[in-house]
């Protein structure tokens, strides 16, 4: 976490940040953008290429369909007007891992424009802008180090070049760090949905560069900006924009001007570096791509689209308010992943009470889950097995302890919950014969508390109710236990 100088809270009260996001986001598609390589990730270095991208001469690209319905429904999903008509151009650029020595990418007529995405903000909410949603491929990677000779030369892995990306470009309506997280919180969560990509962070499915400048408040006009690039986690993004933010108002305060540069975060230090200067910075020449026609995304297209884009995170919690009377706290707790809200869904809709469910699912499922360090998929208990066990309990055929008990058994063995309650068949005592008998012995062996609850008090009730619960070694029927002690107890 970033501490911030006391000194210096007074003075950065009297600024606002201005934040930008850029997030880059792999496809899932097959094969890559503009040729038939596949796109695995940790294949053996440079087996993945051909000489389209590898930009030999005279090879031309040809654009991958899927690639494209991938970045509409991304598009389409972050509230964006999809353009009838966008142009790929050349982004012209020298480095180690572009072999073709230009990136093709979209300019000034970009695939999507003009979305938003509400984020959570103070008590409400905030709508931040999307500038424009583009197409474009990936670079290949420099290797830097894991080999014999890292000391002297760079390795190059040229896999990655040519795999589809899409470019998401905020508007800068991001005012403070805990935006910025929230901002690629609910961004990711969005591309999870609609299925376009892993958005794994370790793998680099997803990158952030931020913009961030402050201002003094009220000032309309934007400070100057620093680009932070390559933060690989939200939490150090937000850890990196607290920063550079107090960096800029000390810099201000102390009587000196914020250059426009590129820096980079340090995560151990947690502090960000100059990395270069935005004034010697590329001037990339952008054209228009020769070697591929404008694309078209024709209105079939994008119906076919449309129809299989899913419902969205925050939509779909409005809902399961309504059609399951959970709280909005359960929702966003059930909606953290689409299998999860699909998991809890399917339980829901097949009990008798869905917010029992609800609970189970968050309370006795989740809380195994995440000890076991496991995700929904991997759940032993299923969602028939999650629903059936919910209207055991509903109808008091067996106790919340015994819920509590087969969960475990299911956890253990590695089966699901019908099987192992199939086999275990914990017998709730339900026979008022068995139970009175039993309760006459508890109270015959505790006169004392009896007399006291005769006395008026009640409290008692409870202690009884342990002690029948005990000689039953739990699985006496609760309801039938309290009936028929308070009957006994008053005669
Ligand atoms: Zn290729």
Known sequence: MVTIPEASVAARAKYEPVIGLEV?????????????????????????????????PGALPVLNRKAVEFAALAAMALNCRINRTSIFARKNYFYPDLPKGYQISQYDK???EFGWIIIPSGDGEKKIGIT?????????????EGFADSAEATAIDLNRTGVPLIEIVSEPDIASPDEAYEYLTRLKEIILYTGVSDCNMEEGSLRCDANVSVRPRGQKEFGTKA????VNSFRFIRDALEYEVNRQVGVLESGGR??????LYDA???????????????????????????????????AEIRAILPE??????????????ITMYDAQVLTASKNLADGFESAARQAKNP???????????????????????????SMKGVALSADLVESGAISGKMLKDLYDLSFERNQDFPEVYEKEKPQQISDSGAIEKIIEDVIAANLKQAEQYRAGKKTVMGFFVGQVMKATKGQANPQMVNALLSKKLES
């Open 227 to 230: 680009e932070i690039k390559n």
């Open 312 to 325: 969205l995170p925050e939509s779909r919690r409005k809902r399961m308010v309504a059609d399951y009377g």
């Open 110 to 112: 970009p695939l999507a």
């Open 258 to 263: 914020v250059t426009q540069e590129t820096r």
């Open 355 to 381: 917010k029992r469910v609800a609970n189970l699912v968050q309370s006795e499922l989740m809380g195994r889950l995440k000890a076991k360090g496991l995700d929904i998929s991997q759940s032993p208990i």
């Open 24 to 56: 880059h986001v792999q496809l899932l598609t097959v094969t890559k953008i503009f040729c038939s390589c596949s796109t695995k990730f940790g294949a053996p270095p440079n087996t993945n290429v051909c000489p389209v991208c590898l930009g030999l």
């Open 132 to 144: 424009r949603l583009h197409l474009e491929e990936d670079a290949g990677k420099s290797l830097h």
């Open 268 to 302: 151990s230090e947690a502090k960000t570096y100059s990395m270069r200067s935005k004034e010697e910075a590329h001037d990339y020449r952008y054209f228009p791509e020769p070697d591929l026609l404008p694309l078209v995304v024709d209105e079939k297209s994008l």
